[in-house]
């Protein structure tokens, strides 16, 4: 199995949060008045976006998992009502979007141009081009939002255990899955059971109900303190004014391979769980009974080292 990358990461809550809540301050209330496209294998429909877009206003710019929607006033339609419609607006591994004067150059990989009624111009840049832009309205705006799981920021704790315990997938791959939880992705999932002391192996449904609240809690504490923080730039992530976030100074487990555990000093480690990198302390975090059995997790061989002492660490660590 191929060890997964961790030089570069997508957006999840925390960074998605931060930059709708800078957009919010900065464009709700403004009308679209024309629009320009560069590049659009990454939009779902590029045509409509062009069509749909000029003459709305943004009523408001909010984060929805991982996603950010700048919902939208658009003229009536049958009946007299205004139709529901939003700009969903995924930032991929390089996104960007921001507000910029119009006088200001374009920054190379600039694909999508929004002139506003005060001048200003809404940019999307994006090098890299795996984000995703969809102009949705009315049924399909609805179907497109369901298919998502609950906010782990408003769920109840008994309707995060009962999802928990509906599925026998490991804990991991549950707090991964946007089905169950929108918005958690790797660094605030290993960040989350660290916290909570909790094996990202586990199978979620064997938790016991401490474990899990533990856990609901843990998620929503770091959640909440990374959007403080306007979250984690490992690599490319900006808010909309441009900025870096800082969490990613206070990480316990993520991306810490080989360093200390701030608990117990141990040395942290990374195997592979649900196709991800997963990073965790082997003293706080025990390896669950039975994992050896049925498909283990994969451990990662520390680069640099020779398949023979990865093989005896292996073994000590059991």
Known sequence: MAVPPIGR??????????????????IAGRVVISVSLGKTDFMDNPGEIERGLPGSKIRKVERYGKFMLLRLERGEVAGGTAEEAALLVHLGMSGAMMPRSAGEPHAKHTHLVALLDDGRELRYVDPRRFGRIAMLAGEMLEKELQRFGADPLQVSLD???????????????????????????????????????????????????????????????????????????????????????EYQLHHKAYGREGEACYRCKSAIRRIVVAGRSSFFCPNCQRTPRGTKRGGRAKPVRPRGASKRAAKITSKKGR
């Open 159 to 245: 309707e995060f255990i009962e999802r928990i315990r509906s599925r026998g997938a490991r804990i991991k791959a549950l707090l991964l899955d946007q089905q169950m939880l929108r918005g958690v992705g790797n660094i605030y999932a290993d960040e989350s059971l660290w916290k909570a002391k909790i094996h990202p192996a586990q199978i979620g449904a064997r938790l016991t109900r401490e474990q899990m609240q533990a856990l609901y809690r843990a998620l929503q504490e770091i959640l909440q303190k990374a959007i403080v923080l306007r979250g984690s730039s490992i690599s490319d992530f900006l808010d909309s004014a441009g900025e870096p976030g």
């Open 9 to 26: 990461k997508m957006p999840e809550l925390p960074e998605v949060e931060t930059v709708a809540r800078g957009l919010q301050r900065e």
